[in-house]
Structures are given as structure tokens and as C-alpha cells.
């Protein structure tokens, strides 16, 4: 599977953006999905996830701010963000879930497979 994100940009506190994600080379539909992010010199961490059942989590960080939602026709992760943070910044990853997965998940070692990432600055 080939992940391709995009949307990213330079924004000051309190705008929004809009992630989206492109899959080639896999159907989507059956698996959990998320978005991931890594700042420098932390770990990556998990956003918010998505199932099927349209089951989804978010990081207590992003909650009430960032919603994640599934595109009808290609079941790819977007991810509106509002209110954002100068810790927000960060480089964004659209993941897929490990086939096991059945239930959203705020564990990163639960996805298998993420694209190359889009960066998302906030200044203040």
C-alpha cells in the first residue's frame, strides 16, 4: 500500500487545516485507520483513529479540536484541524492499522504502514 498525504502548511494559532490522505495498491475499507504525528525529538504519536464501524479515538491533546473522518469512496483518513497550537506542530502521518486491529487505537505500534508525512507548522 502506497500513502500519500497532503494538506499540511504554516498557519498561525487558532487557524485550520485539512489533511487528507491518498491509498493506491490496497482497499482500505476493512481496516482501523489514523493519523500519527512526530515532532522533532519525540516519538511518534497517534491523532485519532477510525474503524469500519465508524468507531473513533483521539489523543486527550487534540480532542474537541482535530476530527477525523473516512472519505466515502476510498475509506482514506482526513483530519480537520481547529484551534490549532503552537504545540501542534509537527509532521502529520496517515497510517493503516495492523489487520488485528478491530477497534480504534491510540497505540502507534498498532499501525503497520504510513506515507511520507506532510508538515504542519503553527507560529504564534
Known amino acids: 500500500v502506497q500513502l500519500v498525504e497532503s494538506g499540511g502548511g504554516s498557519v498561525q494559532v487558532g487557524g485550520s487545516l485539512r489533511l487528507s490522505c491518498a491509498a493506491s495498491g490496497y482497499t482500505l475499507s476493512s481496516y482501523c485507520v489514523g493519523w500519527l504525528r512526530q515532532a522533532p525529538g519525540k516519538e511518534r504519536e497517534v491523532v485519532a483513529s477510525?474503524?469500519?464501524?465508524?468507531?473513533?479515538r483521539y489523543a486527550d491533546s487534540v480532542r474537541g479540536r482535530f476530527t477525523i473522518s473516512r472519505d466515502n469512496t476510498e475509506d482514506t483518513p482526513d483530519l480537520q484541524m481547529n484551534s490549532l497550537k503552537p504545540e501542534d506542530t509537527a509532521k502529520y502521518y496517515c497510517?493503516?492499522?495492523?489487520?488485528?486491529?478491530?477497534?480504534?487505537?491510540?497505540?502507534?505500534?498498532?499501525?503497520?504502514?504510513w506515507g511520507q508525512g506532510t508538515q504542519v507548522t503553527v507560529s504564534s
Open positions: 497510517a493503516l492499522a495492523s489487520p488485528d486491529i478491530g477497534t480504534p487505537t491510540l497505540r502507534a505500534r498498532d499501525f503497520g504502514a
Open positions: 477510525i474503524c469500519r464501524s465508524g468507531a473513533m
